[in-house]
DNA sequence: CGCCATTGCGACAACGTTGTCATACGCATC
DNA sequence: GATGCGTATGACAACGTTGTCGCAATGGCG
């Protein structure tokens, strides 16, 4: 295959290189009929631009980087996450022409930072989507201000540094999935917190304190475990939970992991779900509708909040200037069986 | 912050630009002490080679694409698969300067092989690494092998197609699972098939008689049920095998997802896993280690072969000529608690 | 009718590299 | 001491676009 260049479009659509260009880019001040022949030719041709060449000249790369912490960190369920969201972000990259580039990082703040600038320098991105909870660090957020490179933060929890974000109501939802397990008759309910430096997970737990307070209940210590995401934290805590004089009628726990977990202490002590115990997750990650009962769980729109970042990137991209407000996108109450009515 | 070129660096180490892209590229014929002039100038300047140039150049992008059959489409619990397979392909990736551009794309032949095309066409795309199942689609593999590009499959239970790829031994590991099913006493051992499109799915089934074989037990048509990767169809083949007059005393199910399903029949029939059952899956799913009890499965090194696909791709691109030979990665045999002696 | 603004288009330089070729030098060979 | 060859270096073109500017044609307005 002969690789097509601007100028074979030119000579066949009998107009000058500059014009061809400023068909493909949409400029205006092309008459209609050129702008017919130019994008005729281009067709029969198969024309492609060289993306090299345009950035190049440009000075842009067209590239937009996602930045997340290395999931193989953590624990391997959050991959989802990761799909998702690259899901959302390619969707408007495709249409916008622009390329992604993924780069999963470590966690500690100051080779973070460094690698992000590193990264920059070298792919010379062009803006930067940054995903939890990278999004709410500080130090990453700072680096990234620091080289000048526009981008936005997916923070599902909201965020607390003044940066362009899209978030979801994680606290608001959290509060309704409290009022639920209230309506269900559930008086003693337990929470389960995530990990301290995931400030997305900590909202949650602000959040079941909002709905137990709009119910009427009151928070008891007692009933609060503190966990780390993961599954055996959420084990733990169940055990020190279901130990107690006065066990909890309903766990809610704040991210399905750690909801899995509790649901496994359940499967031996032989306590039936939902009939003894209700359980409630966080995440609708794919093992919440997998396991044995079918989790109850709140499920963010990942892909989508994803697809608004992209799209505010790139509109920053082009515009020249950020909007520093946070877009909301709401998050919806998944009902499953691990829910039930209060013994 | 001004971005340095490779005339910035030439002047500061009182040499030509030529001889800096001499260093840059490391090709011979620059004295020892040129040498370390120029690279002195270029960590001094902090310089980074513009990539947008040397790929308009050198007529390459050093870009690597990933193409992989859009995990929406099928179930989300592949996503860890995608991740796995991404994070190996980074690390060779990043050290070879190379980028990697991710490719979800739909299931049906004929409009991946277009989408394919204007992928290539339009990212320029230096090489490719299939993913599986889209490894063992003979379309596919035609329409990239007529775009000329280079490309390496990920196809873990071999491949019947003539072209470059990593695999494991699926069939083998199969055949070991079974054998060690046998050897816990089991002797009426059922199997559940996946997807029928699925190549790498169908060798597991081959591997499971071949290790029937070996352990001198006959196939029993009665003990296969045929199901299609998703959870449900696990739990439709789990009714049937267990309503059976003589029902099976262990089920292996050709992915941990179906297995998923199994277990949760189990659970609603109160039999317990894995003293009345044994339950085994394939893939090593995160959910494997969540699920109640634990999953005994099969442990792709996906990741690694990743790694070794991409290496051999970069190979392949810098030296012009394919080896077709399939490279085998051993996966690995991970026995957890829904596996025991049986009844 | 003359003037200026607008529209439509092309010539040409420039982006930052790498490839090609020329050149200067040192050194062994005859 | 001329010849040839290998090594180290540089001058310059070229890659395929986009940005800048200039120029011609058109049209509205005084």
Redesign the interface.
Known sequence: ?PKVTIEDVATRARVSIKTVSRVVNNEPNVSESTRRKVNAAISTL?Y?P????R??KSQR?FLIGLVYD???AY???S??Y???M??GL?SVCKEANY??????CGFSDRRIAAEIKGLI????LDGIVLAPPLSNMRGIVKAIEN??TPFVGISPGGSTLRQPAVATNDREICAEMTAHLASLGHRRIAFITGHPDHKAVASRFLGFQDGLRDCGLKLDAALVGSGDNS?ESGERCARTLLDLARPPTAIFAAND?MA?GV??VA??RRIRIPERLSVAGFDDV??A????PSLTTVNQPLAKMAEHAARRLIRMLHSGEASLDLEVIPSALVLRDSTGLAP
């Open positions: 295959m198969n492609r060289n993306q090299s060449a950035r190049l790369s290395d999931p193989s624990e391997i369920p991959s989802g990761v799909i998702n690259q899901q390619l390329d992604l580039l993924i780069h999963p320098e070298h792919s010379r080289t000048g599954i992991d899995a649901i496994r499967h031996e794919p093992l509708r997998q396991i044995y």
